[in-house]
């Protein structure tokens, strides 16, 4: 467990430094899962640690260069979740969930996208997006760009102008920035660690 004052980083550093650190430090590094090939990278040691988690939710805020320009912050399932809460509390902002099928309630609308070993597909209720409404987008990794992009397209689909993806680690073999340019010219992308 890290150890840090009340307001301070656990590392003493400048919240970047001291998010990627516990991100570099806590990150369980698990081969072949969900399925053989895969390299999974799991943030639960990071989230399970008070500073840690602390640190990265402080790191992903300095991604939002004004609070103002920001009206909900979207988690993709499911780890997005926890780190889009934890942010929205921090800048005094709406919390919106984007699902997997089959979880959301009412009227819904998905978007399908491939990832890096199979397919899938993210939901909304667009009744829970206010016309025009500035969403940025949070998820705990970036890797082939499939998921932010469909979330991209789902939130604009449903009226919000994005205003940006962050993440805690991007994998630039993957290709994921590359696709996001690609399929949402101009969307910022801000990553604590590559």
Known sequence: MLSGGRGASAWGLPEQGAAR????????????FPQPGVLFRDLSPVLADPAG????????????????????VAGLESRGFILAAALAVHLGTGMLAVRKPGKVAGEVI?????????????????????DGARVLIVD????????????????TRAGAVVTGLAVAIEIPGL???????????GLPVFSLVS
């Open 175 to 185: 290709g994921g920035r590359q696709r996001l340019r690609e399929t949402a010219p």
């Open 110 to 130: 998905q978007e399908s996208y491939a990832l890096e070993y199979g397919t899938a597909t993210l939901e909304l209720n667009p009744g829970d997006v206010p």
């Open 21 to 32: 650190l516990a991100i570099q430090q806590l990150t369980r590094v698990q081969a072949d």
């Open 140 to 155: 705990d990794v970036l890797a082939t760009g499939g998921t932010g992009a469909a979330a991209h397209r789902l939130l």
């Open 53 to 72: 988690f602390r640190d990265l939710v402080l790191g992903l805020r300095t991604s939002v260069p004004d609070e103002d320009e920001v009206d909900i």
